[in-house]
């Protein structure tokens, strides 16, 4: 297979991870944030609150569509990729996971219309564990309806123990590939929508240039 995108330390490919999935080899880790059914592609815009002390309300923000998010999501095939699993959204598809761990994000303070936080599901330990990070720290650099927080990934993999190489399915707009190169971990990627493969690899690029010139923030 010819990748979309490489670094020294990934590969990022363009395609259905269900195709793609056979191709690869094992890996340590399985980490993503896939589509299951929010149905976030109905009309691919969201208002984002710009908070309360702002002038002119709400801004309308748009995104490339969200493939494959109206329709049910299975996990299996991210179990058979890799011993460990941290997967978010799993409360949408929880039935017959097993024992495991929760990972939380709490992302907002207050309680109002939107969630406060969001969990993933971890195939390993019986804990319970928070990461505290405002979502308005990244509103400015969101390039995707659910994006997550780089720290945020950089502190699942440290919660997944000491993956080497690490795979996200659903790279959307490249932030777990991004958590990667600035811990030095070897990483795959795959997303569907060649549009977020632009995004995603222009992120990457941007982050390996960084740690290049300045060397890794860890």
């Known amino acids: 297979m010819t990748p979309y995108y490489e670094t020294e330390l990934g590969k990022l490919y363009c395609g259905d991870c269900l195709e793609i999935l056979p191709e690869l080899e094992p890996v340590d880790l399985v980490l993503t944030d896939p589509p299951y059914g929010a149905k976030w592609n109905c009309d691919y815009a ?8 702002a002038q002119g309300g709400d801004t309308l923000r748009s995104y490339p569509p969200v493939i494959g998010d109206d329709k049910p999501f299975d996990p299996l095939p991210l179990f058979i990729a890799a011993k460990t699993v941290v997967v978010f959204g799993f409360t949408y598809f929880m039935s017959g996971l097993g024992n495991g761990s929760i ?3 709490k992302k907002r303070s207050s309680d109002g219309f939107l969630c406060n936080a969001e969990a993933a599901y971890m195939n390993k330990g019986n ?3 928070v990461f505290n990070e405002p979502v308005e720290r990244m509103q400015k650099f969101r390039q995707h309806p659910t994006q997550k927080p780089v ?3 950089c502190w699942c993999i440290d919660k ?3 993956p080497q190489i690490i795979l996200d399915p659903f790279l959307g707009s490249g932030t777990t590939a991004v958590a990667c190169e600035r811990l030095g971990r070897k990483w795959i990627g795959i997303e569907i929508s060649e549009k977020y493969c632009t995004i ?3 992120r990457i690029e941007q982050e390996s240039r960084q740690l290049k010139l300045f060397g890794s923030p860890k």
């Open 127 to 129: 804990g319970v564990y």
């Open 46 to 53: 969201r208002w984002i609150k710009k908070g309360p002390n």
């Open 160 to 162: 997944a123990g000491n």
């Open 151 to 153: 720290n945020l990934m």
């Open 200 to 202: 995603a690899a222009n």
């Open 103 to 105: 990972l939380v994000w």
